[in-house]
């Protein structure tokens, strides 16, 4: 499997077994290596050395091409795989928690980022996001991470009011290019 030299790569840094890393936890290591590239170039900036500056910034370039590259090697052939049933809800519990319909929207384009969802998973989460404008925005930004989006005419389901339909068919016209 292409991802099993990965696995045993990343496994160093997520303390797990390769067998049990699955593509979405890959993806969010990814972001975690990323973040930490980000935090690097940051630090980097006090380095009064002009040398040592440029040098570090080379070695934050290749950090960056080589996640690059592993994220090429995920998306080739590759029918990514929905989130599993136990992150999803753990994170739908972190969402029931939050109090505002925005803060939910936020964490919802968060979490969306590296993980991907079927049309009854996107149900799943709409149902802890109490507004409707909130929904379609939530929707949105789960729609570009749907593997199944032979199903997208249920996203209509989740929004009650005519309004709300109208604009998720005007967003998702927008995200399909129509």
Same mark, same amino acid.
């Given at each position: 499997m292409k991802y099993h030299i990965l696995a045993i790569v990343l496994s160093f840094f997520t303390a797990s077994s390769p067998s049990e890393v699955d593509?979405?936890? +890959?993806?969010? /290591?990814?972001?975690?290596?990323e973040r930490a590239?980000?935090?690097?170039a940051r630090l980097n900036i006090d380095?009064?050395?002009?040398?040592?500056?440029?040098?570090?910034?080379? #070695?934050?370039?290749a950090i960056y091409e080589a996640t690059e590259r592993i994220r090429l090697l995920l998306d080739?052939?590759?029918? =990514? $795989? &929905?989130?599993?049933?136990?992150?999803?809800?753990?994170?739908?519990? &972190? +969402?029931g928690?939050? &109090?505002? !319909?925005?803060? $939910?929207?936020?964490?919802? $384009? /968060?979490f969306a980022g590296s993980n991907w969802f079927t049309v009854s998973q996107v149900g799943l989460i709409c149902e802890e996001i109490p507004f409707g404008e909130n929904?379609?925005?939530?929707? +949105?930004?789960?729609? =570009?991470?749907?593997?199944? #989006?032979?199903? !997208?005419? #249920?996203?209509y389901e989740f929004v009650t009011f005519s309004?709300?339909?109208?604009?998720? $068919?005007? !967003?998702?016209?927008? +995200? #399909?290019g129509n």
């Open positions: 593509e979405n936890a +890959l993806r969010r /290591e990814i972001t975690y290596i590239a980000d935090e690097l380095v009064a050395d002009r040398l040592q500056r440029r040098r570090i910034a080379s #070695k934050i370039d080739q052939d590759t029918v =990514p $795989k &929905s989130i599993r049933d136990d992150d999803l809800i753990s994170f739908i519990e &972190s +969402l928690k939050a &109090s505002f !319909g925005d803060t $939910k929207v936020d964490m919802v $384009k /968060e929904k379609v925005e939530a929707i +949105l930004a789960l729609y =570009p991470h749907i593997v199944d #989006k032979e199903n !997208g005419y #249920k996203l309004d709300d339909r109208e604009r998720l $068919k005007k !967003g998702l016209e927008e +995200l #399909k």
